[in-house]
Every structure is written in structure tokens, then in C-alpha cells.
């Protein structure tokens, strides 16, 4: 079972922070003090609330109770050697993106950022992470990309799918300019802070309907990239999508196309299809792979996709995507999975090909 | 696949039977020529408001819809396109040998409007008008019962009004409503729907103050376009997930503006998360996909353009050939011919399920 994805790169694990109290040592005087005033803490995300079963897989999940993915010798036991993988990457939930705050933001994205890297990454030479950044500021958000960047550990810079504007819009690009500087790509995560409905019908009624919709929010994201000319304008940069389904991808393809060609006199700067841009600079992780409940579709799905490129091996731990360590879906082509599990996550991400350096740059 | 409860409504015999099946098209958007085509319909009250006050909607300012339409279907006339029957009758019913032409009105909504009053007082009068002006003067249009949605006790009332009248085929029901679809404030539109057997005819539209996708507001009509198709998804999800089906099982929901290649994978998606998490939903008894495939038919306009047409044909095959309405989506730009919406060879059944049988079946058509 293990063969099956030795020496992969998981590219999509969640560490879970314990509580503001493990930031504290991270949080300079001033930022220290206002927790401690005002109380602040509890800011995990409502969109993943961990007592759901979907979200913590019940043999992942620690026996005494607690957050699951706050265990580093679990997330060990579970993930690295459980899987027999030669990297994992962290992408940390926490709800940073949704403070009102903007300098409360930042300093919350610093002392995460800092947290990953002293209490994991300098544990673990196996674990790589993504830079959290305060998206409501962008100099901010540069700022943090600039402070981190140093650090090869730190692969891809992440946001949330669904956030304050769609992320194509002009006012981010200084974001995506130094992601594209760095060469760390721009992940973006499920999930969300409560800016605008999860549908464009209005507030669901239940996690259910919000869990499956969310890749009504990674199209609209792919959507903004693609019309704003992002792709045109960074032509560097890649975005990676995190826990956002991709089976999907075929039939929204060719709705983008066929949008395309009507409307394309809007949007000069998109001169090619939406497909054919999508497919060079967008890449997608496997769980949750929604799979069809015929293996043959699967197959077929596959080749809908129209790039052997775009997948990126994901476990998605501690989310209960999955049974045992089935993470290839029925179905899945089996001559792909070498690409899947090592190729296209090194190709996604420069910086797993380079040493990462011995120090975290202060 | 087993067919929707019910027996379908009575067979009205309008024409002679035909040897050769002809068209039916699920999708043709009339218009009004003004707004003051209404005003035989609206009491003096509602006309002086409309002229003084307008229309009330969360929106910053009234768009020029009329230039999505593609440019040849302007009527000679002077109206906007969709809006002189006659033009429209030879432009696209005689045109293609429609058997069937079913309108859905693009705007006003009616339900949008926020003064709620004279939301009912619109509807009545487009449901008026439309009886007047276009399903009595040509017996092939057929039309869907506008409602004033949010307030549902009126928009029951139109449907008891309109149920029974020959030109009626259908309850209209805007995606974007001030709450996802299967929220229990719409329910009694459902139950009266099903118990006058009639679908739901639910369109991409509505204003209803929200960002069109999670993502936030975009900035241009390619996005918008686009992501308000993808809130059909959501509205699939919300009827589904809210157990409406549960409740009325004899209900049929056709999907307007939107196509259907994205129904397999969102079946697959809803299912296995459904799976997951079905303690939130106890009420659901059935899969969602099953739920889906019993419920649910999908107009083909916009048709979807995959790259590789023959993978068409394995989506249609897993939605069901059963469950493809041919629309065309008439007068807009992007409308589709009959010829080449679907483009894929089609055995004799399954044309003649897509470009009519199907629709027969849904709306009672004879």
C-alpha cells in the first residue's frame, strides 16, 4: 500500500495553532498587550469547524481530544511516515483574513509565519510551508512576503478562496508581483471569512451546502485571474488550488471558453482561451478528488483536463477525504501517479528544488 | 431512472397531430416594449409610482440589458428585441418550425423589486399582459407565472390565479433571490406548484443585493456572465439540501441560462460530501444525485462548448437524455440554433427527446 506513494509531496496539510497563547512568543509588546486586553483569540476558522467528522479523520484524530493537525509527532506518524513521503507542505487555517483590523492582521500573519517555522519546519526537515499573508493590506501582505521570502522552507504564499474581492483584482497585484518575484506560488485555500455570501443566492443553511459550493468560489477566483489579465501581466506566476475539488474543472472549462468568445471585446488582454491559460498556470491538489462512482469516469475525467500538469498529490490531512491510504481515488490512472505524487508539485514549486537554507533569516 | 410522481397535467389539443415531431424551444425571451405596456393593467396608484419613483432594486443603476440581444433581432417596430410578436413569430417560431415556444420574460422580475406591493401589483399585470398580448394572440408561446417570490403569500396567489389558464406552463422563479431557493420562506410557492402541477421554471436572474460568487463583486461582464450561471449550482444544491424534494414529490425544477455539463460533477461532489456530513441533513433520505436525476431537468442554453464534442455525449449520458430541454435562448447574442446547439451526432430517440419529447413530458405539452 505505502510503494504507492513513496517519495510523494504532499502538497496540502493542516497544522492546527492550538491558541493564540502559542503565538504570544511570536507577537512583539504592543500586539502582546492587546491580546491580553481585549481577550482576542478563538480565531479559527468557522468554515472548517474541527468537531465536524469531515474535517478530523477519526483515526487522525488525537485520542485525548484537542484540534486535530496540532501534533507534530501525529502529523509525523500520520502523514510523513504513514505515506512514506519525502515532503509535506503546511498550510496553516487560521482566520487572520478575516479581521477588520489591518495592522493586527499583519502582525498575527508574522507570528504565525514564525510559529510554523521554529515550532515544525526547524523540527522537521521533511515539512515545507506557505507564507500566510494579511491579504485585507496589500504593502502589509508585501511586506510579509518580503520578510519571508528569505527562507526557501516557505514554498507558496496562501489565501482564502473566499475573501474581501476576487483575487484578479488590480489592487492585490503587488501581492502577486512579488509572489511572482520570489517564485512562490499563490495557493488558494478553501474556505472563507464571511465577506459575502457563500452563494451568490445568499446564505446557505447548512456546512453542507457551503462545503460543496466552495467550488462555486474557486470558479469565480479563476474567473477574476483569468478576465483581470493577471496571467498576462505576471506571466511567472502560478496559482495552485487547495481542497478545491477538480472534477469540476472539465465542464467549467468549457463554459469559460464558450463566456470567452462571446464577451471577449471586454477583456483584449485575454487573447487566447480561458482554458489554454488555465491549463499553463493553474494547478490543482487531489482531495478532495469528488471522484465519479464509475472508476472509467475517472479516467476519462482525466483527459477532460487536457494537461497531465495540473495535478498535485494531496492527503488534505487531517480532513476525512478518504479511507486508510487510498489517496488516489478509484480509477485514478495508475501510469499518472508518479507525476501526480513528485513531478508536478517539483514543477509547481521552484523552491523544492533548491536546498533549503540551514537558517530562517531573522 | 424512474419518471417524476405525478401524472403530467391534462393534454390541452391546440394543434392537430403532427406525423414528425416538431421543435419545442424551452427558452425565448420576450420583452415588454416599455414599461407602460403594463399600464392597463396597474392601477393609477402603481403607474404614478412607476413614473415618479421607478423601480426599486439594489442596484446602482438600470444596465442597457437590451444590447446583449443579437443585433438582427431589433424590430423593425422600434421595441426592444423580444418584443414585437409578430417579428418575433417569424424570426424564430415560423423560422424553425416550432411547435412550442416557451417565454420567459427577462425583465422586469417582479420579485426583485423591493417595495413588495407593487412587486404583486407588476406581476399581476405582467401575468395580464402576457396572456393578452402573446399566448391568446398565438396559441404555439406558452408562458410561466410570474411571482412576486419573496412574498409568498402574494405569489401563491398568482399561481391559484393562473394555474388553470391554458397559457401557462410553468411558475417562474428567480435563482437569485434574497435567500437560496430552498429556504422554507419559498416553500409555499413549491407546494402550490406541485399541486397544480406545474414546474418551476427557475432562471438565471435576480437582484438580490449579494456579490454574484463568494469571491466577491467582479469587475466585468465575462465574470459575471458566467458566475451567474454558476449560482444555478447553488440553487441546485440549497432545493436539494433543504429537503424541498422531500416535501413535495411531485415537484419538477427546470434549469434555465445555465447549460448542463456541470451537473455529473456536482452530482459527484454533493454525494460524496453528503455522505460525510448527512448528520447535519437528517432529513434527506435520498442521495443527492438521486434526488437530482428525479427532479431536475436542464434547458441546453448557453450550450457548452467542450473541446472535444463527442464528450458531450458521456455528460448527457450521465445527466439523462431524458432531462435535456432544447432552448435557444432567443434574442440574445450568444443564442443557439437548433441545428448546432448540441454538436454530436443524435440517434433518432435522443433528437427526439432533446428538441421535444422531453419538454412534452415536463410541461404536459400535447
Known amino acids: 500500500m505505502r510503494a504507492s506513494t513513496l517519495g510523494g509531496i504532499d502538497c496540502d496539510v493542516h497544522p492546527a495553532l492550538p491558541g493564540m497563547a502559542a503565538l504570544m512568543p511570536y507577537l512583539d509588546a504592543h500586539w502582546r498587550e492587546q491580546v491580553n486586553f481585549r481577550g482576542i483569540d478563538g480565531l479559527d476558522l468557522l468554515c472548517f469547524p474541527p468537531g465536524v467528522p469531515a474535517h478530523g479523520r477519526p483515526d487522525w484524530r488525537a485520542p485525548a481530544g484537542g484540534k486535530p493537525g496540532a501534533d507534530l509527532a501525529a502529523l509525523r506518524a500520520h502523514v510523513l511516515d504513514g505515506f512514506g513521503l519525502d515532503i509535506a507542505i503546511l498550510n496553516c487555517l487560521y482566520g487572520i483574513a478575516g479581521l477588520g483590523n489591518e495592522p493586527l492582521a499583519a502582525a498575527l500573519a508574522r507570528a504565525l509565519n514564525d510559529w510554523i517555522a521554529a515550532e515544525w519546519l526547524d523540527r522537521e526537515p521533511r515539512l515545507r510551508a506557505a507564507i500566510v499573508i494579511p491579504t485585507q493590506n496589500p504593502d502589509m501582505a508585501v511586506a510579509e512576503i518580503e520578510r519571508r521570502a528569505g527562507d526557501k522552507r516557505f514554498v507558496q504564499v496562501m489565501v482564502l478562496a473566499m475573501g474581501d474581492m476576487p483575487l484578479g483584482k488590480r489592487m492585490l497585484w503587488p501581492i502577486w508581483a512579488a509572489a511572482e518575484r520570489h517564485a512562490l506560488p499563490l495557493?488558494?485555500?478553501?474556505?472563507?471569512?464571511?465577506?459575502?455570501?457563500?452563494?451568490?443566492?445568499?446564505?446557505?443553511?447548512?456546512?453542507?451546502?457551503?462545503?460543496?459550493?466552495?467550488?462555486?468560489?474557486?470558479?469565480?477566483?479563476?474567473?477574476?485571474?483569468?478576465?483581470?489579465?493577471?496571467?498576462?501581466?505576471?506571466?511567472?506566476?502560478?496559482?495552485?488550488?487547495?481542497?478545491?475539488?477538480?472534477?469540476?474543472?472539465?465542464?467549467?472549462?468549457?463554459?469559460?471558453?464558450?463566456?470567452?468568445?462571446?464577451?471577449?471585446?471586454?477583456?483584449?488582454?485575454?487573447?487566447?482561451?480561458?482554458?489554454?491559460?488555465?491549463?499553463?498556470?493553474?494547478?490543482?491538489?487531489?482531495?478532495?478528488?469528488?471522484?465519479?462512482?464509475?472508476?472509467?469516469?475517472?479516467?476519462?475525467?482525466?483527459?477532460?483536463?487536457?494537461?497531465?500538469?495540473?495535478?498535485?498529490f494531496a492527503t488534505d490531512y487531517p480532513h476525512w477525504q478518504f479511507e486508510g491510504r487510498e489517496a488516489f481515488p478509484p480509477g485514478f490512472p495508475a501510469g499518472l501517479r508518479r507525476r501526480v505524487l513528485t513531478d508536478n508539485p517539483r514543477e509547481t514549486y521552484p523552491r523544492l528544488c533548491t536546498a533549503p537554507a540551514e537558517e530562517t533569516p531573522a | 431512472m424512474?419518471?417524476?410522481?405525478?401524472?403530467?397535467?391534462?393534454?390541452?389539443?391546440?394543434?392537430?397531430?403532427?406525423?414528425?415531431?416538431?421543435?419545442?424551444?424551452?427558452?425565448?425571451?420576450?420583452?415588454?416594449?416599455?414599461?407602460?405596456?403594463?399600464?392597463?393593467?396597474l392601477s393609477r396608484r402603481w403607474r404614478d409610482h412607476l413614473t415618479h419613483y421607478g423601480s426599486r432594486q439594489p442596484v446602482a443603476f438600470a444596465g442597457q440589458w437590451a444590447a446583449k440581444a443579437r443585433a438582427d433581432a431589433w424590430p423593425p417596430s422600434g421595441g426592444p428585441p423580444g418584443s414585437d410578436l409578430d417579428f418575433l413569430r417569424a424570426q424564430q417560431l415560423d423560422r424553425h418550425d416550432i411547435a412550442w415556444g416557451l417565454l420567459n420574460l427577462q425583465f422586469p422580475q417582479g420579485m426583485d423589486e423591493r417595495n413588495q406591493e407593487l412587486g404583486a401589483a407588476l406581476c399581476r399585470a405582467?401575468?395580464?399582459?402576457?396572456?393578452?398580448?402573446?399566448?391568446?394572440?398565438?396559441?404555439?408561446?406558452?408562458?410561466?407565472?410570474?411571482?412576486?417570490?419573496?412574498?409568498?403569500?402574494?405569489?401563491?396567489?398568482?399561481?391559484?390565479?393562473?394555474?388553470?389558464?391554458?397559457?401557462?406552463?410553468?411558475?417562474?422563479?428567480?435563482?437569485?433571490?434574497i435567500e437560496p431557493p430552498g429556504r422554507r420562506r419559498y416553500w409555499p410557492i413549491y407546494e402550490a406548484a406541485a399541486r397544480h402541477n406545474r414546474p418551476i421554471g427557475l432562471r438565471v436572474s435576480g437582484y438580490n443585493g449579494r456579490a454574484v460568487s463568494a469571491a466577491g463583486w467582479p469587475s466585468y461582464d465575462v465574470e459575471a456572465q458566467h458566475g451567474a450561471a454558476l449560482t444555478q449550482q447553488a440553487a441546485v444544491v440549497s432545493l436539494v439540501t433543504e429537503g424541498v424534494f422531500e416535501l413535495f414529490s411531485s415537484l419538477r425544477v427546470v434549469v434555465l441560462g445555465a447549460g448542463f455539463a456541470w451537473v455529473p460533477s456536482l452530482c459527484w461532489r454533493f454525494d460524496r460530501h453528503w455522505e460525510r456530513m448527512r448528520d447535519e441533513a437528517p432529513h434527506l433520505t435520498d442521495r443527492p444525485s438521486e434526488a437530482i436525476r428525479r427532479h431536475f431537468w436542464f434547458a441546453t442554453h448557453p450550450a457548452e462548448a467542450p473541446e472535444r464534442a463527442e464528450d458531450l455525449r458521456r455528460v448527457i449520458d450521465w445527466v439523462g437524455w431524458d432531462r435535456i430541454l432544447f432552448a435557444s435562448g432567443y434574442p440574445q447574442r450568444d443564442m443557439d440554433d437548433p441545428e448546432q446547439a448540441l454538436p454530436i451526432r443524435l440517434t433518432e430517440d435522443e433528437r427526439r427527446m432533446v428538441f421535444g419529447g422531453n419538454a412534452r413530458a415536463v410541461y404536459g405539452l400535447a
Open chain 2, 2 to 41: 424512474t419518471p417524476p410522481e405525478g401524472s403530467p397535467p391534462a393534454v390541452r389539443r391546440e394543434r392537430p397531430a403532427r406525423a414528425r415531431p416538431r421543435l419545442i424551444d424551452c427558452d425565448i425571451r420576450h420583452a415588454l416594449r416599455t414599461i407602460e405596456d403594463l399600464n392597463p393593467w
Open chain 1, 187 to 312: 495557493a488558494i485555500h478553501a474556505g472563507g471569512t464571511a465577506r459575502h455570501a457563500t452563494t451568490g443566492s445568499g446564505w446557505p443553511s447548512y456546512h453542507l451546502e457551503d462545503y460543496v459550493t466552495t467550488s462555486l468560489a474557486f470558479q469565480a477566483q479563476l474567473l477574476s485571474l483569468v478576465s483581470e489579465g493577471v496571467f498576462a501581466q505576471f506571466p511567472g506566476l502560478t496559482v495552485v488550488l487547495l481542497e478545491s475539488g477538480f472534477t469540476w474543472l472539465p465542464a467549467f472549462l468549457w463554459r469559460a471558453n464558450a463566456t470567452w468568445r462571446a464577451l471577449r471585446v471586454e477583456v483584449p488582454w485575454v487573447d487566447r482561451p480561458p482554458a489554454d491559460i488555465i491549463r499553463e498556470h493553474v494547478r490543482v491538489t487531489l482531495q478532495p478528488a469528488d471522484a465519479p462512482p464509475d472508476p472509467r469516469d475517472f479516467s476519462r475525467l482525466i483527459d477532460q483536463l487536457g494537461s497531465e500538469h495540473m495535478l498535485l
Open chain 2, 126 to 177: 405582467l401575468n395580464e399582459w402576457v396572456v393578452e398580448r402573446w399566448t391568446s394572440r398565438d396559441k404555439r408561446l406558452k408562458a410561466a407565472i410570474i411571482v412576486p417570490g419573496e412574498d409568498a403569500e402574494a405569489a401563491v396567489e398568482e399561481i391559484e390565479r393562473w394555474a388553470g389558464h391554458a397559457g401557462f406552463v410553468q411558475v417562474a422563479m428567480a435563482t437569485r433571490a
